[in-house]
């Protein structure tokens, strides 16, 4: 750029300036994209805390249906997993020893579970993926055959995971 400068015979002439530092739309400039590579990072973050809490919740859901189907099979009576309040909460509960009632199985187990907030229960039924049963409970009779079917989990930012039962084993998977 050009600058003035005094010159010999005392008037002032234009000539080269130095430049020292940037210029105000450089600094805009670059705070932009800062913002911008700092926005994408942090929606690609909340896109993994949504996959490892639908992740988590699978699994816990998971084990509660192989908690359920163990229970029943061991103890000869039936048992069911049962949820509440939309499909938000469920519990484990067997019947007792004199038959009868549904009721809470003891200890952790039997303790009501929520689903992690953000994660919902889209959709129970069968596993060519046809229908939603609008089943409250997953029933395992006394040798632990029952449900057979797919749970599928969904988490805010419409990640699924399915829980896979199989109708020939009774074998519980997570999978994507």
């Known amino acids: 750029m050009m600058g003035l400068r005094a010159h010999p015979d005392g008037r002032c002439r234009p000539g080269p300036r130095l430049s020292s530092g940037f210029t105000l739309v450089e600094m805009l400039i670059v705070v932009v994209i800062i913002a911008v590579l700092a926005g994408s990072a942090v929606v690609n973050l909340q896109g993994r805390v949504d996959l490892h809490t639908l992740r988590a919740s699978a699994n816990d859901l998971a084990a509660a249906i192989r908690y359920a189907q163990t229970e029943a099979a061991l103890s000869a009576r039936p048992h069911r997993l049962l949820f509440q309040d939309e499909r938000k909460v469920y519990e484990v509960e067997g ?50 055959s ?11 930012s419409n990640q699924t995971l399915q829980i896979q039962v199989w109708p020939q084993t009774g074998q519980v998977y997570v999978v994507p």
Do not use: T
């Open 95 to 144: 019947v007792g020893g004199g038959g009868g009632e549904f009721s809470p199985v003891a200890g952790a187990a039997g303790m009501s579970k929520l689903l992690v907030q953000g994660v919902r229960v889209r959709r129970i039924g069968p596993a060519d993926g046809s229908a939603d049963l609008d089943v409250q409970e997953l029933v395992f009779n006394a040798d632990g």
């Open 146 to 156: 029952g449900f057979s079917g797919v749970i599928e989990l969904a988490s805010r």
